[in-house]
């Protein structure tokens, strides 16, 4: 933002401050009474829809200013911040033929309890702290398109000082609450498509004119040889009542950590690469020096925030939420998109870099709070598109299973999510299949880590004192973890079947099989021959990995994401052939008996 032009440089005063102040606060209220009553202005919503228009005209600017000096590395930082918000409020406001766009009704007052942070402003040739400065980087990308698209600047003001006279191209319009305004009119109707990649700004005008050509603009920083602006926080001017001494070089970018779910394999991977990060995490191990009880949490020297409150009110309402699969669903995409906005609150503008939980990227991302960020996500499942699909091909095949329709996500989410990956700096996941179903989908930003083993000796096996060799599912019995395909697959073979999980609500789940169920607490790897897992759709095989480290044989769906490790057998997922001819070879040192 820039306060109304001067023709020249002159050292500041108070008295010119609060002069400055009072006569800005009536130019406010003139304007106010003026598009309240005499004129109303309105906020153009989104269409709910995707942007169809074609592009007239598109505008990119770098984000971070490398000719900036190292004292002003916060304002920077801050000035990010602001266009992540702007740019949110402005993207995909569609404009009818002949109606007026105005930038401050359409972004709002700028207020910090909207997050707002602390940015440059110019004014009077001056580079000052301010809150909400740096937003005329996105108003000078929008008059640039709009006088590239052909459109009529209804209102534009100029800089008190050009930041970069090298683009003669670049259209100057700078802001101030609410009186400094950019106005746009056009004859057609327009939308905006305004984003930021984690170094640029990009600016799109679409248009209803379709035969208009798209005009693509590139733009650099400040010119390292243009005449550097005063700055407040460089400026030696002593006896300037906006001088404050020079401050230590910041460090330029920090981390932050948006976790969820504990894995082995991503605590590993963020203590070798992520160790100085800000952590922010749903619980941590002890609490006031207590420990907590419960699933294992992740573990840094001091986390930057913990959301207990947050935590505690998930495991109500997952209590709450039964076994009933759907709703169960949908109360942990809700905590999720609880757990997400109480981390958005707590980033800070020097996060350019987020580590996040895949499950939490899809409500950021429509947060806008990723914006202007290097972002890596910490993968763990299938996209949501793709489970839905897996999990709708089984149900043609066992259509009277609840367990296969109970999983449907938001279409605008699983859009998000899609988008959100595609977009990532780097995707790190563990599981084999995850990483080949992103690179089948054309986002080859994946490294792939190796799934952390657990320690577990070689079972004791005891052949002669069985009379049946022993089987386990480590799975619920549910159909979209397989159960049908090895009900199927198991008749006719003299074994016992140890099912660890939930059993099945239907009696006639294992029909004619020597059942037992367990938990995975209990001494099962002794007792397995085979460790089968039939399944569509496993993000967590850990009981296979158990099996693995000790050596039993393992015969898994490509969907369980071990792949090609070994001990593992592969078979097609749904192939209740496959699965049996597999379960007999692995049995082979044992007379199993085959019905007729």
Same mark, same amino acid.
């Given at each position: 933002?820039?306060?109304?032009?001067?023709?020249?440089?002159?050292?500041?005063?108070?008295?010119?401050?609060?002069?400055?102040?009072?006569?800005?606060?009536?130019?406010?209220?003139?304007? =106010?009474?003026?598009?309240?009553?005499?004129?109303?202005?309105?906020?153009?919503?989104?269409?709910?829809?995707?942007?169809?228009?074609?592009?007239?005209?598109?505008?990119?600017?770098?984000?971070?200013?490398?000719?900036?000096?190292?004292?002003? $590395?916060?304002?920077?930082?801050?000035?990010?911040?602001?266009?992540?918000?702007?740019?949110?409020?402005?993207?995909?406001?569609?404009?009818?033929?002949?109606?007026?766009?105005?930038?401050?009704?359409?972004?709002?007052?700028?207020?910090?309890?909207?997050?707002?942070?602390?940015?440059?402003?110019?004014?009077?040739?001056?580079?000052?702290?301010?809150?909400?400065?740096?937003?005329?980087?996105?108003?000078?990308?929008?008059?640039?398109?709009?006088?590239?698209?052909?459109?009529?600047?209804?209102?534009?003001?100029?800089?008190?000082?050009?930041?970069?006279?090298?683009?003669?191209?670049?259209?100057?319009?700078?802001?101030?609450?609410?009186?400094?305004?950019?106005?746009?009119?056009?004859?057609?109707?327009?939308?905006?498509?305004?984003?930021?990649?984690?170094?640029?700004?990009?600016?799109?005008?679409?248009?209803?004119?379709?035969?208009?050509?798209?005009?693509?603009?590139?733009?650099?920083?400040?010119?390292?040889?243009?005449?550097?602006?005063?700055?407040?926080?460089?400026?030696?001017?002593?006896?300037? #009542?906006?001088?404050?001494?020079?401050?230590?070089?910041?460090? *330029?970018?920090?981390?932050?950590?948006?976790?969820?779910?504990?894995?082995?394999? #991503?605590?590993? %991977?963020?203590?070798?690469?992520?160790?100085?990060?800000?952590?922010?995490?749903?619980?941590?191990?002890?609490?006031?020096?207590?420990?907590?009880?419960? *699933?294992?949490?992740?573990?840094?020297?001091?986390?930057?925030?913990?959301? $207990?409150?947050?935590? @505690? @009110?998930?495991?109500?309402?997952? *209590? !709450?939420?039964?076994?009933?699969?759907?709703?169960?669903?949908?109360?942990?995409?809700?905590?999720?998109?609880?757990?997400?906005?109480?981390?958005?609150?707590?980033?800070?503008?020097?996060?350019?870099?987020?580590?996040?939980?895949?499950?939490? @990227? +899809?409500?950021?991302?429509?947060?806008?709070?990723?914006?202007?960020?290097?972002?890596?996500?910490?993968?763990?499942?299938? +996209?949501?598109?793709?489970?839905?699909?897996?999990?709708?091909?089984?149900?043609?095949?066992?259509?009277?299973?609840?367990?296969?329709?109970?999983?449907?996500?938001?279409?605008?989410?699983?859009?998000?999510?899609?988008?959100?990956?595609?977009?990532?700096?780097?995707?790190?996941?563990?599981?084999?299949?995850? =990483?080949?179903?992103?690179?089948?989908?054309?986002?080859?930003?994946?490294?792939?880590?190796?799934?952390?083993?657990?320690?577990?000796?070689?079972?004791?096996?005891?052949?002669?004192?069985?009379? *049946?060799?022993?089987?386990? #599912?480590?799975?619920?019995? !549910?159909?979209?973890?397989?159960?049908?395909?090895?009900?199927?697959?198991?008749?006719?073979?003299?074994?016992?079947?140890?099912?660890?999980?939930?059993?099945?609500?239907?009696?006639?789940?294992?029909?004619? !099989? %020597?059942?037992?169920?367990?938990?995975?607490?209990?001494?099962? @790897?002794?007792?397995?021959?085979?460790?089968?897992?039939?399944?569509?759709?496993?993000?967590?095989?850990?009981?296979?990995?158990?099996?693995?480290?000790?050596?039993?044989?393992?015969?898994?769906?490509?969907?369980?994401?071990?792949?090609?490790?070994?001990?593992?057998?592969?078979?097609?997922?749904?192939?209740?052939?496959?699965?049996?001819?597999?379960?007999?070879?692995?049995?082979?040192?044992?007379?199993?008996?085959?019905?007729?």
């Amino acid at each position: 933002m820039s306060s109304p032009a001067t023709s020249a440089w002159r050292l500041p005063t108070r008295s010119q401050a609060v002069s400055i102040w009072l006569r800005s606060r009536g130019l406010m209220l003139v304007r =106010a009474w003026h598009d309240w009553v005499q004129a109303p202005v309105r906020r153009w919503p989104a269409p709910g829809d995707d942007l169809e228009l074609p592009v007239v005209s598109e505008w990119r600017s770098a984000l971070w200013d490398t000719q900036a000096p190292a004292s002003e $590395w916060s304002l920077v930082a801050g000035k990010v911040q602001n266009l992540r918000i702007a740019a949110q409020a402005l993207n995909g406001a569609a404009v009818p033929a002949g109606e007026t766009f105005s930038f401050w009704k359409q972004v709002g007052r700028v207020r910090r309890g909207r997050g707002f942070a602390v940015g440059r402003e110019v004014r009077a040739g001056c580079v000052i702290p301010t809150l909400g400065g740096g937003l005329c980087q996105l108003s000078n990308a929008l008059a640039t398109c709009a006088v590239q698209a052909g459109f009529t600047l209804v209102e534009r003001h100029g800089h008190s000082a050009v930041l970069d006279s090298s683009r003669p191209e670049l259209v100057d319009a700078t802001l101030f609450w609410n009186y400094v305004d950019l106005r746009i009119r056009s004859d057609q109707h327009w939308q905006i498509e305004a984003m930021l990649t984690d170094t640029e700004l990009i600016v799109r005008l679409r248009g209803t004119a379709a035969q208009r050509k798209s005009t693509i603009i590139p733009v650099a920083p400040r010119s390292p040889d243009g005449e550097p602006l005063r700055g407040c926080l460089s400026c030696d001017e002593r006896a300037c #009542f906006r001088h404050r001494p020079p401050e230590q070089q910041l460090t *330029r970018g920090t981390t932050a950590l948006l976790l969820d779910t504990w894995t082995p394999e #991503f605590e590993r %991977h963020l203590h070798e690469h992520a160790m100085q990060a800000d952590a922010l995490v749903p619980r941590a191990q002890r609490f006031k020096g207590l420990p907590v009880p419960g *699933r294992a949490s992740w573990h840094f020297p001091s986390p930057y925030h913990v959301a $207990w409150w947050t935590f @505690l @009110l998930r495991a109500i309402h997952s *209590r !709450l939420a039964g076994r009933d699969g759907g709703k169960r669903q949908a109360t942990v995409m809700n905590e999720q998109r609880r757990l997400a906005a109480a981390y958005a609150r707590r980033l800070r503008p020097q996060h350019t870099h987020v580590i996040v939980d895949q499950a939490l @990227l +899809p409500h950021l991302a429509m947060a806008g709070v990723l914006q202007g960020r290097k972002v890596t996500v910490l993968a763990h499942s299938l +996209p949501m598109h793709e489970i839905e699909r897996r999990l709708d091909e089984a149900s043609l095949r066992w259509p009277d299973e609840p367990s296969l329709k109970d999983f449907r996500a938001d279409p605008v989410l699983a859009r998000e999510e899609e988008l959100a990956l595609r977009r990532a700096h780097e995707i790190v996941c563990s599981h084999r299949e995850l =990483a080949a179903c992103l690179r089948r989908d054309g986002i080859h930003q994946v490294q792939l880590i190796d799934w952390a083993m657990p320690d577990a000796a070689p079972p004791a096996w005891a052949r002669a004192a069985k009379e *049946r060799p022993a089987i386990v #599912f480590p799975c619920s019995a !549910l159909a979209r973890k397989g159960q049908r395909e090895l009900a199927q697959a198991l008749r006719g073979i003299d074994a016992d079947l140890l099912v660890l999980g939930t059993p099945s609500a239907r009696p006639d789940a294992w029909p004619g !099989l %020597h059942v037992t169920h367990a938990s995975h607490a209990t001494g099962w @790897l002794a007792r397995a021959d085979v460790v089968v897992m039939p399944a569509h759709i496993e993000h967590s095989p850990r009981a296979a990995l158990r099996a693995i480290a000790a050596g039993v044989p393992v015969i898994a769906t490509a969907a369980c994401g071990l792949e090609s490790m070994p001990g593992v057998q592969t078979v097609p997922a749904g192939d209740a052939d496959a699965l049996r001819a597999a379960i007999i070879d692995a049995l082979h040192g044992w007379p199993a008996r085959l019905q007729a």
